[in-house]
């Protein structure tokens, strides 16, 4: 399995601004083969920090995911609603439930 985790910066001020692009990216996203799992969320302590959490089949699954429309159409954004600061890590794990 493949885990993505990670942080954006959107502007404050630029979040609800943001939210149909994230729910369109994640909806789209949800629906790809080999995606397990798709999340943004707003830290509670610092609002402009948006926490991202990925969890694919494969590295397949994931190569494939960057090149579809909506990841190019969600890149297009970046810059209209101030997305800056993006910080992304892929790990490599075995599901194992605890």
Not at 12 to 41: F, H, K, T
Request: glycine share 6%; proline share 6%.
């Amino acid at each position: 399995m493949i885990l993505i985790e990670g942080t954006v910066r959107v502007p404050p001020g630029n979040v609800v601004a943001a939210r149909p692009a994230m729910e369109q990216m994640i909806r789209a996203s949800r629906a790809e083969a080999g995606c397990l799992d798709y999340a943004y969320s707003v830290d509670l302590m610092d609002p402009g920090l948006i926490r991202v959490t990925e969890r694919w089949e494969s590295r397949a699954a994931l190569d494939a995911h960057f090149k579809t429309a909506h990841m190019a159409t969600w890149r297009s954004f970046f810059p209209i609603l101030g997305i800056t600061d993006r910080s992304l890590r892929l790990y490599e794990a075995e599901p194992e439930s605890i």
